[in-house]
């Protein structure tokens, strides 16, 4: 009696340290892999435009299961701050970079780095001069220059008075739109550009500039305004002329600002990026170059000429203001 005793509660100890122990493994976490980490670096903290890129670049780091960190200089024309702030990116080891830059030339050393430490760079919006650049996503630029010539023919005719707000000298989105419209408004003889300008990126000179070019040229027929600041500088400064309509405007990008000017007929047509896609496939194309898949060496992301008659079609309505089902 006490033998079979002694076994049954020997089996039940050893049944007990079983249970216990599988219980401690449960209760254990599962180790899980780390998550990729990739850093965002833009060309400025300000704007719709970069507020939508951020939007892309968030539901892609979503879909793919990774983290981000944004970084961006005050505002695009501060070259110095922006390779400080990929130095940073890169002291920090991430896992890649998705880099919109603010100069063709300049950033080209601080992305030879990172591509040395190993770390893979993916440029949006625009492009850097090195060959250590895994892929670059945005719109041809010069085309969108051809686009926008082309719409201001439509708006003024074959000849005409015109004048251009670019945004930095020498930048290479801003040299490649110039050459683009230029070209295409070269096939009108009798369309004279009378004065070019830059407003560095910045509102309130963009205002100052277009009041100076309405000075010295009254009879001024049209004005191409090269990105989005200066599209709203330009725009404000015709309304505020009284010369809405008069002087035809247009420009590029689609901020609020400048839609409710469209529809006010203050801008009269507006060349669109897809800057939800560029942020986006930034992203996505970063996740595909850190598995190894094979990813293009560019990606155009395209553009679109966006007026009063077109802008509510569904199309251009998915594009002017992107979501995600």
């Known amino acids: 009696m006490n033998l079979q005793l002694g076994r049954i509660l020997l089996v039940t100890l050893v049944a007990a340290v079983s249970l216990s122990s599988c219980t401690r493994q449960r209760e254990e976490p599962t180790p899980t892999e780390q998550k990729k980490h990739l850093e965002v670096v833009l060309r400025s903290q300000e704007g719709d435009y970069w507020k939508t890129v951020k939007m892309g670049a968030e539901v892609a780091a979503k879909e793919f299961d990774v983290t981000l960190d944004f970084r961006a200089p005050g505002d695009e024309a501060d070259v110095k701050g922006q390779i400080a702030l990929v130095e940073q990116s890169i002291s920090i080891r991430p896992d890649a970079i998705v880099l919109a830059a603010n100069d063709y030339n300049d950033l080209s050393d601080v992305v030879d780095q990172a591509a040395h430490a190993g770390i893979p760079?993916?440029?949006?919006?625009?492009?850097?001069?090195?060959?250590?650049?895994?892929?670059?996503?945005?719109?041809?630029?010069?085309?969108?220059?051809?686009?926008?010539?082309?719409?201001?023919?439509?708006?003024?005719?074959?000849?005409?008075?015109?004048?251009?707000?670019?945004?930095?000298?020498?930048?290479?989105?801003?040299?490649?739109?110039?050459?683009?419209?230029?070209?295409?408004?070269?096939?009108?003889?009798?369309?004279?550009?009378?004065?070019?300008?830059?407003?560095?990126?910045?509102?309130?000179?963009?205002?100052?500039?277009?009041?100076?070019?309405?000075?010295?040229?009254p009879q001024l027929d049209g004005i191409i305004a090269l990105n989005e600041i200066s599209s709203i500088g330009v725009a404000d400064e015709i309304q505020n002329l009284g010369l809405q309509g008069k002087v035809k405007i247009i420009t590029f990008d689609n901020t609020s600002d400048e839609l409710e000017l469209l529809q006010e007929g203050v801008i009269q047509s507006t060349i669109v990026q897809n800057p939800f896609s560029i942020g986006y496939l930034g992203v996505k194309n970063a996740v595909d170059a850190l598995k190894g898949r094979k990813i293009a060496n560019r990606v155009d992301t395209g553009f679109r000429a966006i007026d009063l008659d077109n802008m509510f079609w569904s199309d251009n309505q998915k594009l002017l203001f992107p979501f995600v089902k």
């Open 121 to 217: 760079v993916i440029t949006i919006d625009s492009a850097v001069n090195s060959k250590s650049i895994r892929s670059f996503i945005g719109a041809n630029n010069y085309e969108a220059g051809q686009l926008a010539g082309k719409q201001l023919v439509k708006l003024i005719g074959a000849s005409g008075d015109i004048a251009i707000v670019s945004f930095k000298q020498g930048e290479r989105n801003a040299e490649q739109r110039e050459q683009g419209l230029l070209e295409e408004i070269t096939k009108y003889p009798n369309i004279k550009v009378l004065d070019k300008v830059y407003s560095l990126t910045d509102r309130e000179l963009a205002g100052q500039l277009t009041w100076q070019i309405i000075q010295q040229f």
